[in-house]
């Protein structure tokens, strides 16, 4: 598994193909990553990323860790280091978490780089050219959440100054801070509304933005657009290039979503013809709620206002939030699970992404629960998918006599078999079905019909009596065989934008020769109709490899152990941790003190003996 793609001559745009560009949000570096904060942005872009590759669309995908801000000089201060120790520890920790993930970056970069500072200051300049830049201040206190920190309330979606805040406190020492002036840049968006609004209206609906990305963009528009600030009283961050605000830099807003486009310079020095080329770039951003309004309304304003010919968001996916046993995952509490611990846990990654996305937050909040996973872990992966592989390639795979002997089967006259016909048939629609889902960026939509094939393949099994036909009906029973093997593939394919690490295990099962790698799902015009005729895919004479099973349960005190093990949060873990590491130490050395008084009695029975017989 790798974060990275092997290192090639970067893509570009190709005139006449399908060109997609895919970014995630990018993630904040002061900690480690959630659950939540994974399928929310980097999982699910990278399943559409995948998705694009199989299709044969000339995609990228880029993303990186979002490095400057308030957040990051607090972390810096609580840890004893500086900002750029902060950012190079968590970073590192981040393309960890992802690697082990098995997420496809074609680029996974980071803000505070030259180029960051370069493409941002650039944007900036061309703002203030244009005269879409306001000199003001702020200082009236509006949010009444407690937990609302100094740039966004989390509970209503507000995006605040740090004098916004109800009864203030400075995050290290707890104190109220003094409220003072200071003069700032804010973006002049209400001059903006008219281009944005037509902007928004056509993509919103070309580009099937998803219903929680248009309701809250609405809302937003609903209460009215405002100036909006774009500079900050910090020393970590892209400084802004302007004499009466040299003490400043860019506010964390204004500088994250320029960093999609920094980091895919630092992919291509021909950056542009990815960012500066929209009628031949798809633009896809992958997001929770929480930063729709950066997307849909703030960075696509930016972009406007500088008056040159970007590529814009055509399509937004947003996720929900995913709880955790009944609360919330938090990374500021260290509440539920996080990137680490799910490796930890010794339960594989494609285990892991095919629950996180068979409760993918699409439409609703989800809930992540330990019996859950271990129910759909059961149920869905050994019960159905890995079932079905593995009875197909084990029949196969036994020895002539009882099988065939690693052999794939002839199958003449397949279509004119009535069940056979029928599952095809299925096949081909359920493989239609998935394809328009994945286009519409329905995640769980387009698993849950892969699944659904390979409960098809387990029905044709059942119905077809295969355990029968291979001694009462040998024709049969090797269009059975046939057209399962192909059906396995069909499977491998749709699955692995879900569980790339299954779908290479299953080709390994099937050892399928260079010319059926990378998988795809159509051919080169792109048409899907091969799965209509599944008996075609793999040719007869085929020596299949060794099958295994592809998944193991996890079992009732594996479940107890965990839920015991991640309940509360990591604070709450780490003094628990500590308590039993001191109630060990106390055992052991009650042990030794037990053992050295034991000895020295002994000792002393000994020298008492000696006297006695002297």
Not at 89 to 94: E, L, R, V, W
Not at 295 to 301: E, L
Request: proline content about 5%.
């Amino acid at each position: 598994m790798a974060v990275l793609l092997e290192k090639k001559v970067p893509k570009l745009p190709i005139p006449g193909r399908r060109n997609v560009l895919i970014t995630s949000a990018l993630p904040y570096v002061n900690n480690v990553p959630h659950l939540g904060n994974i399928i929310g942005c980097v999982l699910s872009a990278d399943v559409f990323a995948r998705y694009c590759r199989l299709r044969g669309y000339n995609a990228i995908y880029v993303c990186g860790t979002d490095e400057y801000g308030t957040a990051t000089e607090t972390k810096a201060m609580e840890e004893g280091c500086t900002p750029q120790e902060i950012c190079d520890k968590y970073h590192a920790i981040h393309r960890d978490v992802y690697d082990w993930f098995d997420i496809s970056f074609d680029e996974f970069g980071r803000t505070s780089t030259p180029q960051q500072t370069e493409i941002c200051q650039a944007i900036f300049n061309k703002l203030m050219e244009r005269k879409w830049l306001l000199k003001d201040s702020i200082d009236q206190p509006t949010c009444n959440y407690d937990s609302a920190r100094g740039d966004q309330c989390e509970k209503y979606g507000n995006l605040l100054n740090s004098t916004e805040l109800k009864d203030p406190k400075c995050k290290v020492c707890r104190n109220t801070p003094p409220i003072r002036k200071t003069d700032h840049l804010f973006l002049d968006i209400p001059s903006l509304e008219e281009e944005l609004v037509k902007y928004i209206d056509t993509a919103s609906v070309d580009g099937f933005w998803s219903q929680n990305a248009i309701q809250a963009t609405k809302a937003w528009l609903k209460e009215g657009l405002k100036p909006r600030c774009i500079t900050r009283d910090l020393k970590w961050g892209v400084p802004v290039p302007d004499e009466n605000y040299k003490d400043r830099v860019f506010y964390v807003w204004f500088d994250a979503p320029i960093g999609y486009i920094s980091i895919t310079s630092c992919y291509t020095s021909d950056w542009e013809q990815w960012w500066k080329n929209p009628d031949n770039v798809e633009l896809y951003q992958f997001m929770g709620k929480d930063n729709v309004p950066f997307h849909t309304i703030m960075f696509p304003s930016c972009l406007i206002g500088t008056g040159e010919n970007w590529t814009k968001m055509k399509t937004v996916s947003v996720t929900e939030y995913l709880n955790y046993e009944a609360g919330k995952f938090s990374k500021s509490k260290g509440i539920g699970v996080f990137g680490n611990d799910a490796k930890d846990t010794g339960i594989p990654s494609e285990v892991w992404r095919y629950y996180l996305l068979t409760n993918r937050p699409e439409v609703s909040d989800t809930e992540f629960t330990w019996t859950d996973l271990q129910a759909k872990l059961k149920s869905e992966l050994l019960a159905n998918l890995g079932n079905f592989i593995n009875r197909v390639l084990s029949f196969i795979a036994k020895p002539s006599g009882i099988g065939y002997g690693s052999i794939v089967p002839d199958a003449p006259n397949a279509e004119s078999h009535s069940l056979t016909k029928a599952l095809a048939e299925k096949a081909g629609n359920y493989v239609e079905q998935y394809v328009e889902a994945m286009e519409k960026v329905k995640l769980k939509q387009g698993l849950k019909t892969a699944m659904t094939i390979s409960s098809e393949g387990n029905c044709y099994l059942q119905a077809s009596q295969f355990w029968k036909l291979y001694k009462e009906d040998p024709a049969s029973f090797a269009v059975v065989m046939r057209t399962s093997v192909g059906l396995v593939y069909i499977l491998a394919s749709l699955l692995e934008p879900f569980m790339p690490s299954i779908s290479v295990e299953v080709v390994k099962q099937l050892n399928l020769p260079s010319e059926f790698l990378p998988l795809s799902l159509s051919n080169e015009k792109g048409d899907t109709d091969r799965a209509r005729r599944p008996w075609e895919i793999v040719p007869s004479g085929h020596k299949i490899g060794t099958p295994k099973p592809l998944f193991k349960e996890l079992k009732d005190e594996e479940v107890k152990f965990f839920r015991e093990k991640f309940a509360g949060s990591q604070a709450d873990r780490k003094v628990k941790a500590d308590e039993k590491e001191v109630a060990d130490q106390l055992k052991k050395m009650k042990l030794s003190d037990a053992k050295k008084q034991k000895a020295s009695k002994s000792a002393s029975r000994g020298k008492s003996g000696e006297a006695t017989i002297i």
